[in-house]
């Protein structure tokens, strides 16, 4: 039996060791595995994070069972409203004020929040990278604002087209109109998919602030690694990647934009729950079922072609939450691929930012690891065969 390998070498004595070392005797760059403390949090930050917690638990209810609760509610109170009338309320006049300030420009309000919180998020993924952000994130919100003009200019061209004045003598509905008469047509409902498309972008473009505050703690330890030179390969830092500006681009930016990407990000969650309420008023008060219904499944058809099949694929644009580093790695909420009608893999996001998702396959202890991982030789070295007894053949 050979005795066993020494799993270091003290350089100052020579000795040969098994453990880690270290003691008063140990500089700070022969002390691997030690990370700097996070700063002191303020009782404001706190206080926001906890309302950022809150806003994350209703934006990102699961968005399976939401489009399967869109639909059944589409159909079942929709159905009910056509043979039973239900109560009138506020909601039920056209001149409400969130109908006429908020859904009629509905969106307005939700490029209002969405493309700067897209432009900030992005760029701050892209390290600065403008050209990136252009091709790679900006086309998505070009496209969910083409097929909202294309829909529903062709509801409306629907209705004019195949529908009639209640008196003869009418041909164009807006003569009916301003007649003061009645137009009938099929007027598949506008308001019902404008709402459902809007919360459906919503929740999307929203997903970059999931564990958007590790980037924080990334920086940290990566600078802290830079500063002392340490090149570990068993590390798992997604910025280990990035060149010097890129982590400053991206330290620089973080810290002037996180702020206000909070504020955007909550503001999204509250104009995603009022159009949630709206759309509850659509059900009961507006349009026939079949209207409405149909609207629906346009609007989720849309999403899914867009956000499930396109933007996942090779082609671009990338999906929300991409860059040249990956930071959602172990987001069970946002990264599983249980069905076709959940979000994207963590593979193809990582994939697209030049990163291989890795495994941790080995054990660690207050995250250090309790052994050495071999090494996997280059092809240019030589081959070496290691039996059990660490004695190379």
């Not at 039973?84 to 006429?100: C, E, G, H, Q, W």
């Not at 030179?229 to 002037?256: A, C, G, H, I, M």
């Not at 759309?279 to 079922?289: A, D, E, I, Q």
């Amino acid at each position: 039996m050979s005795k066993r390998r020494p799993l270091r070498t003290n350089l100052n004595t020579g000795l040969n060791k098994n453990f880690r070392p270290g003691g008063p005797d140990i500089t700070r760059g022969e002390a691997r595995g030690t990370r700097p403390t996070a700063p002191p949090t303020s009782i404001r930050e706190i206080l926001v994070m906890m309302i950022i917690h809150v806003c994350k638990k209703t934006i990102f209810f699961d968005i399976n069972l939401k489009v399967a609760l869109y639909l059944g509610s589409l159909f079942l109170v929709s159905l009910i409203g056509d043979f039973i009338p239900f109560p009138k309320t506020y909601f039920a006049r056209s001149d409400n004020l969130f109908n006429v300030y908020f859904v009629k420009v509905g969106w307005g309000w939700t490029l209002l929040f969405t493309v700067p919180f897209l432009t900030m998020t992005s760029y701050t993924l892209c390290c600065g990278d403008l050209k990136k952000l252009l091709r790679h994130h900006a086309p998505r919100i070009a496209i969910a604002t083409f097929f909202w003009f294309f829909w529903t200019k062709l509801f409306n061209m629907i209705e004019t087209t195949y529908g009639r004045c209640t008196i003869k003598g009418f041909n164009s509905k807006s003569q009916c109109l301003k007649a003061g008469h009645l137009w009938n047509g099929f007027d598949i409902s506008g308001h019902a998919f404008i709402l459902i498309h809007s919360s459906l972008v919503l929740i999307e473009e929203a997903r970059p602030i999931i564990k958007w505050e590790s980037i924080k703690e990334h920086l940290r330890n990566e600078l802290h690694d830079r500063s002392i030179s340490e090149q570990s390969q068993r590390s798992t830092n997604p910025l280990r990647n990035l060149s010097e500006d890129q982590v400053k681009n991206l330290q620089f930016l973080y810290d002037r934009f996180t702020p206000v990407i909070r504020t955007l990000f909550i503001g999204m969650s509250h104009l995603q729950l009022l159009w949630d309420i709206m759309l509850v008023g659509t059900m009961l008060y507006y349009h026939r079922m079949i209207e409405k219904f149909l609207s629906g499944i346009i609007a989720i058809l849309t999403w899914y072609f867009c956000y499930r099949f396109w933007y996942p694929s090779s082609i671009l644009p990338e999906p929300a939450g991409c860059g040249v580093f990956f930071y959602q790695r172990d987001n069970k909420d946002t990264f599983r691929r249980t069905n076709s009608m959940t979000t994207f893999s963590a593979a193809n996001c990582a994939t697209r930012a030049n990163v291989t998702p890795t495994t941790n396959t080995v054990p660690t202890f207050m995250g250090m690891p309790l052994y050495t991982k071999s090494k996997v030789p280059s092809p240019s070295s030589s081959t070496q065969v290691v039996n059990p007894s660490n004695d190379t053949l």
